[in-house]
């Protein structure tokens, strides 16, 4: 075998093993489900700025203890709005981040008739899934959600946000 093959094949050994060794370190040292959600925030934002193939891992395990928080208590809704604020940082370059926003974000809205969302929090709610509707192109979900917040009180600093990111899908009617 060529010594470049051999290097290949023994640098994706080293990165699974890394993964796996990771992921059972940061697993399990949370007392609570919340602070599972906390921990995968932490290692997500951690993702931003680490170095490849760090970056891919530790984008994988904060996904994943994120996921896990969820899975396990699905009708917590301070685990959802940490996981939306974490994927928040990356949706405009991830569509995983873009799906995992608006899952989450109509999933609160959906409850907020029966939870505590405040008034502030629904509004950046309202905006990161008009955002994320914007990034994926769909005008029409885009359009609903950006009426919505238009018509919230104080929004102004979200809607015009959102005008300068999305210029052409901002209606002049709206």
Same mark, same amino acid.
Request: aromatic content about 16%.
């Given at each position: 075998?060529?010594?470049?093959?051999?290097?290949?094949?023994?640098? %994706?050994?080293? /990165?699974?093993?890394?993964?796996?060794? &990771?992921?059972?370190?940061? !697993?399990?040292?949370? =007392?609570?489900? #919340? $602070?599972?959600?906390?921990?995968?925030?932490?290692?997500?934002?951690?993702? %931003?700025?680490? /170095?490849?193939?760090?970056?891919?891992? &530790?984008?994988?395990?904060? !996904?994943?203890?994120? =996921?896990?928080? #969820? $899975?396990?208590?699905?009708?917590?809704?301070?685990?959802?709005?940490?996981?939306?604020?974490?994927?928040?940082?990356?949706?405009?370059?991830?569509?995983?981040?873009?799906?995992?926003?608006?899952?989450?974000?109509?999933?609160?809205?959906?409850?907020?008739?029966?939870?505590?969302?405040?008034?502030?929090?629904?509004?950046?709610?309202?905006?990161?899934?008009?955002?994320?509707?914007?990034?994926?192109?769909?005008?029409?979900?885009?359009?609903?959600?950006?009426?919505?917040?238009?018509?919230?009180?104080?929004?102004?600093?979200?809607?015009?946000?959102?005008?300068?990111?999305?210029?052409?899908?901002?209606?002049?009617?709206?």
């Amino acid at each position: 075998m060529e010594s470049s093959k051999v290097f290949k094949v023994l640098f %994706a050994h080293i /990165l699974i093993c890394t993964i796996f060794a &990771y992921t059972f370190l940061t !697993s399990g040292f949370a =007392s609570t489900v #919340v $602070e599972v959600a906390k921990e995968g925030a932490l290692t997500l934002e951690k993702s %931003a700025s680490a /170095l490849f193939p760090f970056n891919i891992l &530790y984008f994988y395990v904060g !996904s994943a203890q994120l =996921s896990r928080a #969820v $899975e396990q208590e699905p009708f917590n809704l301070d685990i959802r709005i940490i996981r939306m604020d974490a994927f928040f940082r990356f949706i405009d370059t991830n569509r995983l981040a873009q799906d995992m926003i608006i899952e989450d974000g109509e999933f609160l809205l959906l409850l907020k008739e029966k939870s505590k969302i405040d008034f502030e929090t629904e509004k950046k709610i309202v905006y990161m899934i008009t955002y994320a509707y914007g990034m994926k192109r769909n005008t029409v979900k885009f359009a609903f959600y950006f009426e919505k917040l238009q018509n919230m009180k104080d929004s102004k600093t979200y809607v015009e946000d959102l005008k300068k990111r999305f210029p052409n899908m901002t209606l002049k009617n709206f």
